[in-house]
């Protein structure tokens, strides 16, 4: 059936949201266990996915179930026994938080209300949670999307008119360490710097970025004529989980004027905890700061988040003046001070599950988290076979 402007609607709407709640239920109970193996797709369903473009309505709640077999035959980051990369572990607060951004699909590209006011909470709330004195920050798609939001604004510092004029004939480059992801080199890409640009300082024993390694090639770059855009720290590498010395690295960006940026994406919200706190001292110092809450926060995906210490640079690096965007007052819209357009309201997801688990909860699933990797490589190192 269609509605008096023609879009489709369905008659049994309410029968089929209690078809979804169920097959909620019924997920979120599965999860408890641990499954041996992936299951088989039925065929039916397999076969249907070789299908055309549809033509006319199929039954709903067939769809719907179609839908279903479809996720508990893909791999589920959220079931337990997932060990492969760096994921979520699925918290409710996602799924309630997505169900209802969905719901009201509030768009965080224009002004948006109260949504505005919860979003700049959350923020600052991840802020207060790692130690970093966040001055204006957003969620974004992901750390790819974060990461060059920083790359972005340090470009427009480091060659001011970068985004208007290009950086013409200007010979750039980025620091990071040998086994910063590679998220970065794309975001230089993408950045017009060029992956040419990217310097992969050394590392130390503990495989975090030599400081004095850093020193050294910033002072030969400068004695180049090289315009340094940005230092990228990485604060829990994806090989290793290897902190770089923020501390060490804010003496060596100071020392030369260069944009301090921590790539936290994975390894920040250890910075929460006593037990690893002490790795990220200087955390306080960078300038920008990235994290995934849709990885150690346990959200689910795509939640990301920038967040900068000088509330002007976003602004100053994407602010825009557009008839369809309208700027009363000389107000600013959300838009003004990110890198993506169209936005939803991710930082319902971390507001939720701040109020539903609360920063203690988080600081002790994350200690734990640490003491049985500890136990862990201490097992490694007592069995003979390693």
């Known amino acids: 059936m269609t509605n008096s402007e023609g879009a489709p609607v369905w008659d049994g709407r309410a029968e089929l949201l209690d078809q979804l709640t169920t097959y909620v239920r019924a997920a979120w109970e599965s999860f408890e266990h641990p499954r041996q193996a992936e299951p088989i797709a039925p065929e039916d369903v397999v076969g249907h996915l070789s ?24 791999i589920s980051p959220s079931r337990p026994l997932y060990m492969a990369y760096i994921g979520s572990s699925g918290l409710e607060a996602g799924v309630l938080a997505s169900t209802l951004t969905n719901l009201y699909d509030v768009n965080l590209a224009t002004a948006a209300g109260t949504a505005d006011a919860l979003d700049a909470q959350a923020v600052r709330w991840m802020g207060e949670f790692v130690g970093f004195p966040v001055a204006d920050g957003h969620f974004t798609s992901g750390g790819q999307t974060s990461n060059l939001t920083a790359i972005l604004a340090a470009r427009e510092r480091a060659i001011p008119g970068a985004r208007k004029n290009g950086i013409g004939g200007v010979r750039a480059a980025v620091y990071c360490s040998e086994e910063a992801h590679f998220s970065n080199v794309r975001a230089a890409e993408a950045a017009g710097l060029g992956s040419s640009s990217v310097r992969k300082i050394p590392l130390d024993a503990e495989r975090r970025m030599r400081a004095d390694a850093l020193d050294a090639r910033l002072s030969a770059d400068r004695a180049e004529g090289i315009v340094p855009i940005v230092v990228i720290a990485t604060s829990g590498t994806t090989l290793t989980g290897a902190v770089d010395p923020l501390d060490e690295i804010a003496d060596v960006c100071s020392k030369h004027g260069v944009w301090l940026h921590v790539d936290g994406a994975y390894g920040l919200p250890a910075a929460a905890t ?71 309201f991710r930082a319902l997801k971390l507001w939720l599950a701040f109020r539903l688990y609360g920063a203690e909860q988080y600081r002790r699933w994350i200690t734990q988290t640490l003491e049985r990797v500890q136990q862990l490589a201490e097992a490694v190192r007592a069995h003979d076979a390693f």
């Open 274 to 344: 006593e037990l690893a706190g002490f790795r990220f001292h200087g955390l306080d110092r960078a300038d920008s700061v990235t994290v995934d809450l849709h990885k150690w926060m346990g959200l689910q995906k795509s939640c990301s988040l920038i967040m900068v210490r000088d509330r002007h640079v976003l602004l100053h690096t994407f602010g825009h003046d557009e008839r369809y965007m309208l700027h009363p007052d000389d107000s600013v819209n959300p838009v003004d001070r990110t890198f993506e357009y169209s936005r939803p």
């Open 51 to 74: 299908d055309g473009l549809p033509l006319t309505p199929d039954d709903p709640e067939r769809t719907l179930a179609d839908a279903v077999s479809v996720l508990e035959s893909s």
